[in-house]
């Protein structure tokens, strides 16, 4: 954290970004891309740049100290942090922040640092695939990003109204085709929300790999990788070349401790009528917490099996309700 930063909660938006201003005035650079979008730039060493895009809503609403989440993963690493941050859903389709990747690129910004990170869930996650073209080789962690939301291409998602007025023709458009510059990058959709899957596979590339993640849409997703510093941790595979399947399947384990997480995949194996498996999963996590819900259904999990105790090895195991 840059040494004694935090922006209080209980401001305006306004004055919320005009605290925000002063820290990249004084770190780095803010600017603003015109009504709807700010770019906030903090400078450290010239190893890793991490590139960030956000919403307003986002941040507040999601950081302890009301700061981009680069200031979280980047300033106990010394790496510098990019973030763009948005006003409104507009998947920033907006010519000003078209203009400001353009002048970084033609100013040669990105290729000063070793490793460039591109980094956002939702309509954040498209834009950090579709603006990482700007930097080739770059890595991209991408949560639930949507290809397009041109209607010719994307009819069938219908989730959000607001996007036919944004214009998704032109530059920096169709993100699987901008992300054809990337060195690698992972994508961590849930295979359960149908639009989201569908989007996924329009990433096609060699150099993308897809985590499924069953957890229930981006925000979910995301609060998970938020909590669980997975994000974190993902931003240090891409720094040092490790980012992959393997690698996230491997971190992505620390899901196992994870509360929300565990209630959602309880949740999901109940509605799947399978009471073998809600057995499993119940003993697994009452090995580790004693959580009343999951003892509360292990119990109606047994009597269904008609079995006391339930069998605790063969048929389905745990990992069967996980993907990894």
């Not at 080739?136 to 996007?163: E, H, K, M, N, Y």
């Not at 530059?171 to 359960?192: G, H, I, N, Q, T």
């Not at 565990?262 to 109940?270: E, G, N, Y």
């Not at 009471?275 to 999963?281: D, E, G, I, K, Y």
């Amino acid at each position: 954290m840059v040494s004694g930063a935090n922006i209080p909660a209980d401001l305006s938006d306004a004055a919320w970004l005009k605290a925000l201003r002063a820290i990249g005035d004084a770190q780095g650079n803010f600017s603003d891309l015109g009504r709807d979008h700010s770019a906030i730039f903090i400078e450290k060493a010239n190893s890793v740049l991490f590139v960030a895009f956000e919403t307003v809503f986002g941040i507040r609403s999601g950081s302890e100290t009301g700061l981009p989440l680069g200031f979280d993963i980047c300033e106990s690493r010394d790496w510098s942090h990019l973030t763009i941050v948005a006003r409104r859903q507009n998947w920033f389709r907006n010519s000003n922040v078209f203009g400001f990747f353009d002048r970084l690129t033609d100013y040669g910004f990105f290729d000063q640092f070793d490793r460039v990170i591109f980094y956002g869930a939702g309509m954040c996650g498209y834009a950090a695939a579709a603006f990482s073209v700007a930097a080739p080789g770059a890595s991209a962690i991408l949560v639930s990003p949507q290809a397009t939301l041109d209607r010719r291409l994307t009819g069938w998602d219908a989730r959000f109204p607001s996007a036919r007025r944004s214009d998704f023709s032109g530059r920096y458009a169709y993100a699987p085709e901008m992300l054809d510059a990337a060195e690698k990058a992972l994508l961590v959709y849930d295979p359960d929300e149908i639009e989201d899957a569908m989007h996924a596979s329009l990433f096609r590339g060699a150099n993308v790999d897809h985590f499924r993640y069953r957890r229930g849409g981006a925000g979910s997703i995301e609060s998970d990788l938020r909590n669980l510093s997975l994000v974190s941790h993902l931003a240090e595979a891409a720094a040092d070349g490790s980012l992959g399947l393997s690698k996230a399947a491997s971190l992505m384990r620390a899901r196992r401790g994870h509360v929300p997480y565990l209630r959602a995949l309880l949740s999901r194996v109940l509605a799947e009528e399978r009471p073998a498996l809600t057995a499993q999963l119940c003993r697994a996590v009452l090995r580790h917490q004693p959580l009343p819900r999951f003892r509360h259904h292990l119990e109606r999990a047994e009597v269904q099996l008609g079995i006391r105790p339930a069998p605790t090895s063969g048929g389905e195991t745990w990992d069967d309700a996980q993907d990894s």
